[in-house]
């Protein structure tokens, strides 16, 4: 399986269980082979691809930068030096969350899981400086609104939200969440299309219902989301 060049607004985060998985990243090709661990960074983009013949096979979990920020509580994410790993703090890690997330866990069990992770991502990075209460708080209210939106709002409606101006929540955000706001509330739509063609609705109502222009317009942004085109995920998901 090939993917095109595209973006997440989550850590992804994975093993290589066979074969070898290349992938432009960071302005250089990376290769992790069988048994390394790689962490890509929210809103980096980068593809995939075999790096041999034989092909490869992995496992990966998205998450949510949030939960890192949180589980920080600088407010700021950490950063990783080196994308692909081998027997390091971060990849027992990755592998205990790879495991974990095998079955419906527990909350305490969760908050564990992803405060190793966590702590692991922070060990990996150049130190961050922290982010105020108040630059925190507005993120917040501005996350909490475009989690719920149905259509892009105004910048003046999330600076009157947040009490933060439009450069300055571009900038705060980009720091707790990885991406801009723009771009999360890009993804919330686009999660919400996912579920609709997962269900098996039409790609044209999947658009439709997720607020996009029309379905060319939601193919576009999927593709740059997740590298492959939305028939191509539903054929793959079923």
């Known amino acids: 399986m090939r993917f095109a060049p595209h973006r997440h607004d989550t850590y992804a985060v994975g093993v290589t269980l066979s074969g070898v998985q290349s992938f432009s990243y960071r302005g250089t090709t990376l290769h992790s082979e069988t048994g390394c661990a790689f962490v890509i960074h ?102 909490s609104y475009l989690d719920e939106a149905s259509c892009l709002p105004s910048s003046e409606l999330l600076e009157n939200l947040t009490g933060l101006s439009r450069f300055e929540l571009a900038r705060q955000f980009r720091r707790c969440l990885g991406t801009s706001p723009h771009r999360y509330a890009t993804m919330r739509r686009l999660d919400g299309a996912r579920r609709l063609i997962a269900a098996n609705v039409s790609l044209a109502e999947a658009a439709a219902a997720s607020g996009f222009a029309d379905q060319s317009h939601m193919t576009r942004q999927f593709k740059q989301a997740y590298g492959i085109s939305p028939g191509a995920w539903r054929a793959l998901t079923h």
């Open 42 to 143: 929210p809103d980096e983009k980068h593809d995939g691809r075999p790096g041999t013949d034989e092909g490869f096979g992995y496992r990966i979990i998205y998450i949510a930068p949030g939960l890192i920020s949180d589980a920080l509580g600088s407010g700021a994410l950490p950063f990783v030096k080196d994308a692909v790993t081998r027997e390091s703090r971060l990849h027992r890690a990755i592998c205990a969350a790879l495991d974990a997330f095998d079955r419906p866990i527990p909350d305490l069990r969760f908050d564990d899981i992803i405060a190793r992770l966590a702590d692991a991502l922070a060990a990996d990075s150049p130190p961050a400086h922290g982010v105020s209460a108040k630059a925190k708080s507005a993120v917040r209210i501005a996350r």
